[in-house]
């Protein structure tokens, strides 16, 4: 089958190519410039905003003062809230058994170290369980 021969391009077909005016050029950013050289700000409006009220002694005591209110009167945000504030959060919980029905902790033992060295003779690609 003998192939079709292409049309020959029509001036309204073809691609425009865009170039930047003139007087945008001395705005362009020149070659190992960042656009952003100061990175992003360190703190948030939000958080500026807050450290300048509660730079006020009597206005930081105010919100404590709200927030042990709120929690004494049954807000479980507000003493979440507290509690994180003076102890950090919570940290959680892993189980260790789950699937592999590990139960003591020699057991934990004895597993976790045939984990290591599996992956050590991966990494190294030599038998370490014969190393002692």
Do not use: H, W
């Not at 950013?29 to 939000?46: D, L, M, V």
């Not at 807000?75 to 919570?90: C, D, P």
């Amino acid at each position: 089958m003998a192939k079709k021969k292409a049309a020959p391009e029509k001036p309204e077909n073809r691609k425009k190519i865009r170039t930047l005016p003139e007087a945008a050029k001395p705005f362009m950013f020149k070659p190992g410039q960042s656009g952003n050289p100061g990175g992003r700000p360190k703190k948030k409006p939000i958080t500026e905003a807050y450290a300048r009220l509660l730079g006020n002694p009597s206005k930081a005591d105010e919100l404590a003062q709200a927030m042990f209110s709120e929690a004494l009167s049954g807000n479980v945000q507000a003493a979440k809230e507290l509690r994180e504030g003076i102890e950090g959060k919570a940290l959680q919980a892993i189980r260790m058994d789950g699937e592999l029905g590990i139960t003591t902790a020699e057991e934990r033992k004895q597993r976790m170290v045939e984990l290591l060295r599996k992956a050590a003779e991966r990494i190294e690609g030599t038998d370490v369980g014969s190393v002692q």
